[in-house]
């Protein structure tokens, strides 16, 4: 089956200083990826659209420079969150949707990660 | 604008009972709906599709398009079910996935 993994799945990281989260698509490629974020015993909170060799698309609201968002290759995306805070403390999910195969139609299914828990202090 | 709208945040029921979770959209276009489930300690997976139109686990879902409803069921609960269930909508412009609040559904033994 199609795994995504994320790296680091939990990190803790001193205020100011900024945090690297890597997702991963181990067994297919994957064009986009999203960012997500969770608080705590709330839903996804779509933050942006990862693109493979262009810029992302980030959600209102979410501001850029803040995060920063990097996808180099068809597997890999990660999410830069630069000078953190603690507000920036929560858990941050990616998805990757699998790349269609020639004929099929362009919604394939995504899968997600496990997910990074953020603590920042 | 696109919206998932989960009523419940909590719904228990004993095993053996009848389950239904609600789920309401709010989305001008072609919808795309989904059910992902999250069981304790794990990530979330997908469910099932509207698309499909499958049962996966004795869950069935129907998108109800003049009602803007794909609420999800299953005839009798299991204690296996216990979980964090999220409805999904995915708009086509960008293959975005936006996801409700979320409903904790809990069986009692």
């Known amino acids: 089956g199609a795994v995504v993994s994320q790296h680091p799945s939990w990190v803790i990281c001193k205020s100011g200083t900024s945090v690297k989260i890597e997702c991963r698509s181990l067994?297919?490629?994957?064009?986009?990826m999203f960012w997500y974020r969770q608080f705590p015993k709330q839903s996804l909170m779509l933050m942006a659209t990862?693109?493979?060799?262009?810029?992302?698309?980030?959600e209102q609201g979410v501001e850029k420079d803040k995060f920063l968002i990097n996808h180099a290759s068809l597997t890999l995306s990660t999410l830069t969150v630069t000078s953190a805070h603690p507000e920036d403390s929560s858990f941050y999910i990616c998805?990757?949707?699998?790349?269609?195969?020639?004929?099929?139609?362009?919604?394939?299914?995504?899968?997600f990660g496990q997910g990074t828990r953020l603590t920042v202090v | 604008a696109q919206r998932v709208t989960q009523p419940e945040k909590l719904l228990s029921v004993f095993k053996g009972a009848p389950v239904e979770l609600k789920c309401n959209y709010s989305?001008?276009?072609?919808?795309?709906l989904f059910w992902y489930v999250q069981y304790s300690r794990q990530r979330l997976q997908l469910l099932l599709r509207?698309?499909s139109r499958e049962s996966i686990k004795g869950f069935t879902a129907d998108l109800n398009k003049g009602e803007t409803s794909f609420h999800l069921k299953k005839p009798f609960a299991q204690e296996e079910d216990s979980a964090m269930y999220y409805c999904?909508?995915?708009?086509?412009?960008?293959?975005?996935?936006?996801f409700g609040s979320g409903t904790r559904l809990s069986i009692r033994p």
């Open positions: 989305y001008s276009g072609s919808p795309e």
């Open positions: 509207h698309i």
């Open positions: 998805s990757a949707r699998k790349n269609p195969a020639r004929g099929q139609g362009m919604n394939t299914e995504a899968f």
């Open positions: 067994d297919f490629q994957a064009t986009t």
């Open positions: 990862s693109n493979e060799g262009s810029k992302a698309t980030y």
């Open positions: 999904a909508l995915r708009y086509s412009s960008a293959s975005k996935i936006i």
